[in-house]
């Protein structure tokens, strides 16, 4: 269920932009806060459709956030590791737009909204060009395929190394989960065949299938998430290490797809409630960029049937008001 929103939300000085995130103790009381109120929630289903998942223990939460200052806050189980699944795809998009150009990136990928679930073959059937985005699968399938390498092996090097730069430190790939997702990814291969026979793939459809489901595999913390999330927020340089990894003109149009796709048929409902940019992922995970302000992470496995995590969704609510993190009218809450 949706979180209220606090009558103040409705008066006319709850609509001013601070552009900038409140003082260190507020932030920290805030997630706390946020935390406490919502980690009993008992909403939701933990994943089960890739075995490997369906044993996490429902009721891990974390809540973090990384400013563009390079401070971080987190409550929770934020250093818990966990595969981060399609909360990759605005990463990789944004390493693939940097290394072949925003043009051909938006040509060979498309960035417009489907509207309908990640998995969905029919978004594809009716797409007139048979373009999605790339935070649907049909379109990550895409995007993973035109990231540079001649080989399977070299186009997962550029994407690990390029993720660890957005995590500013040396991620690896979890091969259990690994495993589990290659012996179950069936309509993902069909999906790329099915972008092969559209001539919308550009590599092997199958090893690309092979390099996305070790993507998605890879092993990241809800912490390592908000600091990848506070460099997309800070136009791509990371606030830790202090290394660009994409120009701000990359970051700017990564950003504009998550807000329309990010969390596929729920993206407008999002938009309209938090005024942010944000991406969900089967883990549980969940990623909200605040545009010249820092990046939310949150933790907690049970999602609900779009597949986006429950508890995830509720505190990000909450905390874009009392946060001031809307992109539309971001003065806090008290």
């Known amino acids: ?13 709850a609509v001013v932009s601070t552009g900038r995130l409140p003082a260190r103790d507020t932030i920290q009381q805030m997630l706390q806060d946020a935390y406490t109120r919502f980690r009993n929630g008992d909403e939701g289903r933990v994943a089960d459709y890739i075995p490997v998942l369906a044993s996490v223990p429902r009721d891990l939460f974390a809540v973090c956030l990384a400013g563009i200052d390079g401070e971080l806050y987190a409550v929770g189980d934020a250093k818990h590791v966990f595969t981060i699944q399609s909360v990759s795809k605005p990463f990789v998009f944004a390493l693939v737009c940097q290394a072949v150009g925003l043009e051909q990136a938006r040509c060979k990928l498309g960035v417009n909204a489907t509207g309908m679930p990640f998995d969905s073959v029919i978004a594809l059937e009716l797409s007139r060009e048979r373009l999605t985005n790339p935070m649907v699968n049909a379109g990550a399938i895409a995007t993973t395929s ?15 190394d390029g993720l660890s730069r957005f995590a500013g430190r040396q991620l690896s790939i979890n091969e259990e989960a690994y495993r589990s997702e290659a012996a179950t990814n069936l309509r993902n291969r069909g999906i790329a065949k099915l972008l092969e ?12 299938t092979d390099v996305y489901t070790r993507q998605c595999s890879i092993n990241i913390t809800a912490q390592d998430l908000s600091v990848m999330s506070a ?6 340089v990371n606030p830790i290490t202090g290394e660009r990894v994409v120009d701000a003109v990359v970051s700017k149009r990564v ?28 883990s549980g995970g969940l990623i909200t960029v605040v545009p010249g302000k820092g990046g939310l992470a949150t ?27 809307s992109l539309f009218a971001s003065k806090p809450i008290r």
């Open 1 to 13: 269920m949706h979180e209220p929103l606090p009558s103040e939300a409705r008066t006319h000085d």
């Open 146 to 160: 035109l990231v540079p390498g001649e080989t399977a092996d070299r186009k997962w090097q550029f994407i690990l």
């Open 197 to 208: 026979g559209y001539q919308r793939l550009y590599f092997d459809g199958l090893e690309s």
């Open 231 to 236: 460099t997309l927020a800070s136009g791509g």
């Open 255 to 282: 950003l504009a797809v998550l807000a329309t796709a990010g969390l596929y048929e729920l993206s407008g409902e999002w938009l309209f409630e938090t005024g942010l940019p944000g991406k969900s992922g089967v």
């Open 299 to 325: 933790f907690a496995p049970p999602l609900d049937e779009a597949g986006n995590s429950v508890r995830g969704l509720q505190v990000t609510r909450y905390l874009s008001e009392r946060l001031a993190l």
